[in-house]
């Protein structure tokens, strides 16, 4: 016999299960959980990762670091820089990685499948504010006499990251300063070892000056040998930096940063238009920095372009000036100034007037000037850089491929140019396709040290006659790569045989496959602001202007133009212009001027760029704006331009070019096939073999009125010529 308890000695769940099945009033079946979330889709080259807990899909390969970056998760850093290569030797990156023992630096820490990443748990707090302890142990804390103070990322960092006490009571470390020429100034005793000065140095600008001597508590960075930064673009140190051991020697205990008034403006002192950033103080530019533009400079810009500055207060020309009986220029108001202008262009026929636009012109006081000529009947207009080259073909002057193509180039060709004193950014990224990409790289020109390899091909034109006939064997290196590229200096646009000169290029250039159907590698690299520009709107002469030679003109009327004045010898000279250089010596009225940082203008650089400056101060003395003054002088001619705003003005340089409409835009310009050179005859093709392809930039510092003014490039040219600080 069966005990009764035997049966609720059973297994209760199934006791349980057994009852509530055969109940007739049993409950129906729980619903089946629901489905997990659909997963992101993800492309196959995309790895998913965890951070803080937020599932993102970053690309394989990246770091730790750029994966944080890309969920929105700021990770402080001092070695680390986008641009150069990773080093890893701040520690301040600390990041936590489940079953990891201990914390990684995320710079140097590539990414792997569903790794889970902590950012901010208590290890990676105290690590940090360890690291922090250990870098402000020999850090002098002189925040309230250094120059890096308000923006000096250890400052920052340090309030976030750092503690709230000091538990070092020793001896700080020194360091002996180094000299480094004169344009950055060094305090070594605040250096952290971040050595970005040093990748910087090495990868970018391509010169072996920086780097680190000793050991452990020893180390220092410097110069192996006492010497200056032999690089122009050494200012950037100062830029990467993240402390004030490197710091800017002319800016030096002038001004804070918070003091600063910041505009946003174009670099006018070479053809690429580099974005800049001009800080002033009242009425006077303190600094230049750079601005970040991914497609022309990056983040960097040259030593001209950012301490240049100072020659905007020197030599400068504050009011009107007319010449009297004596011969010796006398101040004058404006009423008097355009009288008298406005008489000798009333009394002068057309055809012996002549306009001539500088290198530094903005867009819009040149259609001014082009319009006022044209309504009086001249149209002997032209640019001093350019003179004489034609306007008809935009690719035939412009730098077709882009700043950016030429990392894209397996093959290029340097003529006539050197593109280190031309044009120092570009530089760079020519030395990055030739280290990193493998771009090889050759020369008919001048044979300098452009920091990477290059093969000379000669530097006479009887060397290009020979690549262009497909004698040389590298002529049949260009016809096999995929994208040549040709870069044609601004030195052989002023030969007295450039148009046989650009026929042979184009030449060349149609036989070796240059351009193709998606790739256009002829490029001109102008060396200055206003160039292109001036040939877009056409500024150059006209069909009346033809038979005209320059000895018969008897005025001129020169846009802060210095050359191209001495071709007219008698000749009544007006100089409308910021500088008291060579354009106004041999002036006999002058019109003052406003400089790039004191006005509203268009600049269009090498590669058709159409870009804005913005006024950082107010023109100098009684100066005004360029158009305006040619607004006032065609009032008192008697040929009224008609507009009255800068608005006007710059639908009017829509109406002749559209480049202008788009700013900040690149518009491929179609290619003729060397149609622009075609009609060049027999005898005007002959090239003079005789002259050598020199560069248009023989002293890198000094380039324009405003370089010239500056005792900062002063310093830089003698320093440069001696060889040593």
Avoid at 32 to 37: D, G, L, S
Avoid at 95 to 118: F, G, L, T, W, Y
Avoid at 582 to 607: H, Q, R
Avoid at 698 to 721: E, G, L, P, Q, V
Wanted: aromatic share 6%.
């Amino acid at each position: 016999m069966t005990h009764p308890a035997a049966h609720t000695s059973a297994a209760p769940g199934i006791s349980r299960h057994v009852a509530s099945t055969s109940s007739p009033a049993a409950r129906p079946p729980p619903p089946p959980p629901p489905p997990p979330p659909p997963r992101r889709a993800r492309r196959a080259d995309t790895v998913p990762v965890f951070v803080d807990g937020e599932e993102i899909a970053v690309p394989k390969g990246v770091t730790v670091l750029q994966a944080c970056e890309q969920a929105g998760v700021d990770v402080p850093r001092f070695c680390y820089h986008q641009r150069l290569s990773i080093a890893g030797n701040c520690r301040m990156c600390l990041v936590e990685v489940e079953k990891s023992p201990k914390p990684v630096a995320s710079c140097a820490m590539p990414v792997m499948p569903n790794m889970n990443i902590k950012t901010t748990t208590p290890l990676v707090k105290k690590a940090r504010e360890g690291v922090m302890e250990f870098l402000l142990i020999n850090h002098p804390l002189d925040c309230p006499i250094c120059d890096q103070g308000g923006e000096c990322e250890l400052q920052d960092q340090s309030l976030v990251y750092g503690s709230d006490r000091s538990r070092f009571t020793e001896y700080k470390r020194a360091v002996e300063d180094k000299e480094l020429g004169p344009l950055v100034k060094t305090v070594m005793s605040r250096c952290i070892h971040c050595t970005r000065c040093v990748r910087f140095a090495t990868e970018v600008a391509g010169v072996q000056d920086l780097g680190v001597t000793g050991r452990g508590g020893m180390a220092e960075i410097g110069t192996y040998v006492s010497k200056l930064l032999s690089s122009e673009l050494s200012g950037n140190v100062i830029d990467l930096c993240p402390v004030g051991a490197l710091t800017s020697k002319p800016f030096a205990f002038t001004a804070r940063s918070w003091e600063l008034r910041q505009t946003e403006s174009v670099d006018v002192t070479d053809g690429l238009g580099s974005n800049i950033r001009v800080d002033a103080r009242g009425t006077e530019v303190m600094r230049v920095v750079p601005r970040l533009h991914e497609g022309v400079n990056e983040e960097w810009i040259s030593d001209k372009a950012r301490f240049s500055y100072d020659g905007l207060k020197r030599q400068r020309l504050d009011s009107p000036m007319v010449k009297d009986a004596s011969g010796k220029l006398r101040q004058a108001t404006w009423e008097q100034a355009l009288d008298a202008v406005a008489a000798k262009m009333r009394s002068t026929p057309p055809e012996q007037m002549k306009a001539i636009a500088g290198k530094l012109a903005d867009a819009e006081s040149i259609v001014a000037l082009k319009d006022m000529f044209n309504r009086v009947g001249c149209g002997n207009t032209r640019a001093e850089s350019v003179e004489g080259v034609s306007a008809d073909s935009r690719s035939s002057y412009l730098f077709n491929s882009n700043i950016v193509g030429v990392e894209d180039a397996d093959v290029i060709l340097l003529i006539g140019s050197d593109p280190r004193s031309e044009a120092p950014v570009l530089n760079a990224r020519l030395r990055r396709a030739n280290v990193a990409g493998g771009t090889r790289v050759a020369s008919v020109g001048p044979t300098r040290d452009l920091t990477y390899p290059v093969e000379s091909l000669g530097d006479s034109a009887r060397d290009l006659e020979t690549l262009a006939s497909g004698s040389h064997p590298f002529f049949e290196t260009m016809k096999a790569a995929e994208r040549p590229l040709i870069i044609v200096g601004a030195s052989a646009l002023r030969r007295a045989d450039k148009d046989a000169v650009m026929k042979a290029i184009h030449a060349l250039a149609d036989a070796t496959g240059v351009v193709a159907d998606d790739w256009n590698g002829f490029n001109v690299l102008h060396d200055a602001g206003g160039v292109v520009a001036a040939l877009d709107l056409g500024f150059v002469p006209s069909t009346s202007a033809a038979g005209v030679s320059d000895a018969d003109v008897s005025f001129v009327y020169s846009l802060g133009a210095e050359a191209g004045i001495e071709k007219s010898p008698g000749a009544f000279v007006v100089y409308q212009g910021h500088h008291g250089d060579v354009g106004a010596a041999s002036a006999d009225v002058i019109l003052p001027g406003a400089a790039y940082t004191e006005k509203a203008g268009t600049y269009v650089n090498t590669e058709g760029r159409a870009q804005r400056a913005m006024p950082a101060v107010a023109p100098l003395g009684s100066a005004q704006e360029d158009w305006k003054i040619i607004r006032a002088l065609s009032e008192t001619v008697g040929a009224a331009l008609p507009y009255d705003t800068i608005g006007d003005v710059r639908r009017r340089m829509e109406e002749i070019s559209p480049t202008f409409a788009r700013v900040d835009d690149v518009q491929p310009s179609m290619w003729l096939n060397g149609a622009t050179y075609a009609h060049i005859g027999a005898k005007e093709s002959k090239i003079d073999a005789s002259e050598a392809f020199g560069t248009s930039v023989t002293n890198f510092y000094m380039t324009d009125a405003i370089s010239r003014a500056s005792a900062t490039m002063a310093k830089c040219t003698k320093a440069h010529a001696a060889g040593a600080p």
